[in-house]
């Protein structure tokens, strides 16, 4: 019966695979509903606003939000890459990038700090910091998995675990990307 | 998508790896168990608290009350009052209902019904009950802050429950507790949903899974798409609370652009109506599972009720503005809600049909697992029906907000879904522990209780008719309603009927655990894949895979010749 068990425990290996994607799919699902909900009360406050930003706020520089954007697009083309080219100088790009797209939400707080926009001064500031924080907690664990996949590159013993990595690492880091992309429309520029 | 066959591995050995920190989802579907039961007293002793403080206002509880209000003499004072009716709350819906319903029967259940050997994400299980174990401690740890637990009702609406309405500590425990538990119940429904999606034994379509897993799957969905959506409320309600922002405070209260209170009461009931379902549709499962079962033929209609189920799971999303028809909200708004409230009665109504279809001309056995989920058709009729003036815009602005609504979601919520989690538990006893519960005092119990909670949950829709405003600590201060201190001491005495009844149950449960005498392997003659196999369940349930070739419910088929019902792995028996 040996070569029948080789078959079943390759049907399991896919049955991983695709079970593992499922559930990445099910737990981004979760992760838009929560931003979905802060989304919307987001626009809830814009469009009850008279005036946006409310009076005596102006709009903040775009600079480093823009840095931002710039950087974590850079750093989701490295990733697909990596996913095509299994280079590991890919990943290790895709990573920096990372690292740079969050100190260049420091220097956006930082910035705003310097402008006078604290966390408790009006519903702009706080709506600001709220979103940013929400997604740069989510990108620190992001940035803590890309970690754990450089790990793994170096000592691939079981592929198909791999592979399950790979794969549901690079949707979560491209779903943030996406995030972060609808945040720089809404929250900076329009 | 073809089913997989898990590896076996080998049985956990020392004490901590073999009850504390699992992998077996039969364990760790246990271990919710005593978790629910354990927060079911809790809340169970709230409510009766909060009973007392209604029927005599201004007398010492007997027994607790001076062991807990030593200050007032026993006498329940406002502030604990209450805190009292929103932990009441938080614990029944988030610490009883949910753990067992869903983390009890989903765990223990799902594998063993649909033949496989554990979950597919076993390290996922165990993670999400210990975080749930987590949550509950930051819930009860709001308890012993010094300005108490949280006290802004179980909706927790802003201002109530922003730092100018409850300043302590306890409301930003509250918060987080919640916060956290849905970080556990979305770890349980990424589970849920992926086991039954890819370890369907061979041969088991989506509509040869038994009713149950139809309800927690699709209680699992909910779950996945709107948890996050109160997590988000509860983020931004942690973020007006700690770091003093203003997005629940509006007016002068705010500065620099005002927040808003109703955007919370907006995210609070988008996820708190689907979460009615969520709470309801794993015991509506069970129920049409057993109803059939102990009815020995099929569940009518049984593929219809399951897409009665998906149909309620889609409409329940769209529904939620009827929680805020005093809201000021603009007409046209609150027509469509209820428009679209009143759709749901018609999956609903052939949901009912279906059950009593299923109970039409059948051998029925009167066991109490059937007379718990026949109490289910009664309590959620009810419940449902009255739902229905809660639906309306003209009759829900005089009954918003009062005893009325109370009466009806406990009917809904509280009625039957204990019911049905009691159903379950003397049903799946056996299975679970290797034992069968005493039927005459399973009965007694039923029948104890459900005198009770119709005395109560009734007597509650009285009182709402009457007049009686919910969340008020001495009604009686209004003239108007002292008409209605003989019905508000009715519900007393009935709670208390009620509460004395669930000894009965604890006392037996407990019993028959103890006591250990070993039951046939099928003793309810059923022919489901959980009983297929020993009882208790064996150590990764199945040894060989099962095949599935027919449907769950194949009872009293005429062309069986030597007993009523066939297995699920048995050929069809044509006649
Ligand atoms: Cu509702």
Redesign the interface.
């Known amino acids: 019966m040996v070569p029948e068990m080789a078959g079943e425990i390759l049907v399991e290996k896919e049955a991983r695979v695709h079970a593992s994607g499922l559930a990445m799919t099910i737990v981004l699902i979760s992760f838009s509903m929560l931003f979905a909900t802060m989304f919307m009360g987001y626009f809830l406050f814009r469009v009850n606003a008279p005036v946006w930003p409310p009076l005596g706020m102006e709009k903040i520089n775009v600079f480093w939000p823009t840095i931002s954007t710039v950087t974590i697009l850079i750093s989701s083309l490295f990733y697909i890459l990596f996913e095509k080219k299994r280079t590991l100088g890919h990943l290790y790009i895709c990573s920096a990038f990372g690292v740079i797209f969050m100190i260049s939400q420091l220097n956006l707080w930082g910035f705003l700090k310097t402008e006078g926009y604290y966390l408790s001064t009006g519903i702009y500031a706080s709506l600001i910091y709220s979103f940013t924080w929400t997604h740069a907690a989510h990108i620190i664990l992001a940035l803590v998995l890309l970690g754990y996949v450089i790990f793994k590159v170096n000592r691939p013993h079981d592929k198909v675990r791999f592979e399950i990595i790979i794969n549901s690492v690079g949707k979560f880091w491209h779903f943030l990307g996406l995030v972060w992309i609808l945040m720089y429309l809404t929250l900076f520029i329009f | 998508?073809?089913?997989?066959?898990?590896h076996i591995h080998d049985k956990p050995t020392t004490f901590i790896s073999k009850y504390i920190f699992s992998f077996d989802h039969k364990v760790i579907g246990k271990q919710y168990l005593w978790y629910g039961i354990f927060f079911l007293l809790v809340g169970g002793l709230m409510a009766l608290l909060i009973r007392w403080t209604l029927a005599f206002p201004g007398h010492a509880m007997p027994i607790v009350g001076h062991l807990l209000f030593p200050a007032t003499n026993g006498v329940v004072p406002p502030d604990s009052y209450a805190m009292l009716f929103t932990m009441h709350g938080t614990i029944m819906i988030f610490f009883a209902i949910t753990p067992i319903l869903i983390g009890a029967f989903g765990n223990f259940c799902i594998p063993l019904m649909i033949g496989a050997r554990d979950m597919?994400?076993p390290s996922l299980n165990m993670m999400s009950f210990w975080v749930a174990v987590v949550s509950g401690l930051l819930l009860l740890a709001g308890l012993i802050t010094p300005l108490g637990a949280a006290a802004g009702g179980w909706t927790s609406y802003p201002t109530l429950s922003t730092l100018l309405g409850s300043p302590g500590v306890g409301q930003t425990l509250w918060t987080m507790s919640i916060f956290v538990l849905g970080i556990s119940s979305?770890m349980g429904?990424?589970?849920y949903?992926?086991t039954i999606?890819?370890l369907r034994a061979p041969g088991m379509g989506y509509f040869d899974m038994p009713l149950t897993i139809w309800g927690v799957w699709m209680t699992s969905i909910l779950n996945?798409?709107?948890?996050?959506?109160l997590?988000?409320?509860c983020?931004?309600l942690i973020?007006d609370r700690v770091?003093?922002?203003?997005?629940f405070l509006a007016g002068a209260t705010?500065?620099?652009?005002?927040?808003?209170p109703l955007?919370f009461q907006?995210?609070f009931w988008?996820f708190g109506h689907p979460e009615v379902y969520i709470l309801i549709l794993p015991g509506w499962g069970i129920v049409s599972d057993l109803l059939s079962f102990f009815a020995r033929k099929p569940a009518f209609g049984a593929k219809a009720t399951a897409m009665c189920m998906v149909s309620i799971t889609v409409l329940s999303t769209v529904v939620y503005g009827h929680h805020m028809f005093t809201t000021q909200m603009s007409p046209l708004l609150t027509q469509t809600f209820m428009t679209l409230t009143m759709t749901i009665s018609i999956p609903s109504a052939i949901f009912f049909v279906n059950w009593l279809g299923t109970l039409w001309k059948g051998s029925i056995r009167f066991t109490s697992p059937m007379l718990f989920s026949i109490g289910v058709i009664f309590v959620f009729g009810l419940g449902g029906l009255t739902g229905l003036y809660l639906a309306t815009v003209t009759t829900d602005l005089y009954l918003h907000d009062t005893y009325f609504v109370v009466g009806h979601f406990h009917y809904t919520m509280a009625a039957s879904v204990l019911l049905a989690g009691f159903a379950g538990i003397y049903f799946w006893m056996p299975k679970m522990f290797g034992v069968l519960m005493n039927e005459f005092w399973g009965k007694v119990h039923f029948w104890l209780s459900f005198l009770g909670l119709n005395g109560v949950f009734m007597g509650m829709m009285l009182a709402g008719y009457g007049g009686m405003h919910r969340r008020l600590y001495d009604p009686f201060v209004y003239e108007f309603l002292q008409k209605l201190i003989p019905v508000n001491t009715f519900i007393t005495y009935s709670s208390l009927l009620m509460g004395g009844a669930q000894v009965i149950f604890v006392i037996n449960f407990i019993y028959s655990i103890v006591k250990n005498k070993k039951v046939e392997d099928n003793p309810w003659e059923v022919g489901t894949l959980e009983w297929t196999i020993p009882s208790p369940a064996p150590h990764y349930n199945f040894k060989e895979i099962p095949v599935v070739k027919c449907g769950p419910h194949e009872l009293g088929n005429p062309a069986l010749k030597d007993r009523d019902f066939q297995y699920q792995t048995e050929e069809l028996v044509r006649g």
């Open positions: 998508m073809a089913s997989f066959e898990q597919v994400f979305l429904a990424v589970n949903i992926t999606i890819v996945a798409i709107f948890i996050p959506v997590g988000a409320g983020l931004l973020f770091f003093g922002t203003t997005f705010a500065t620099q652009g005002g927040g808003d955007l907006h995210v988008i």
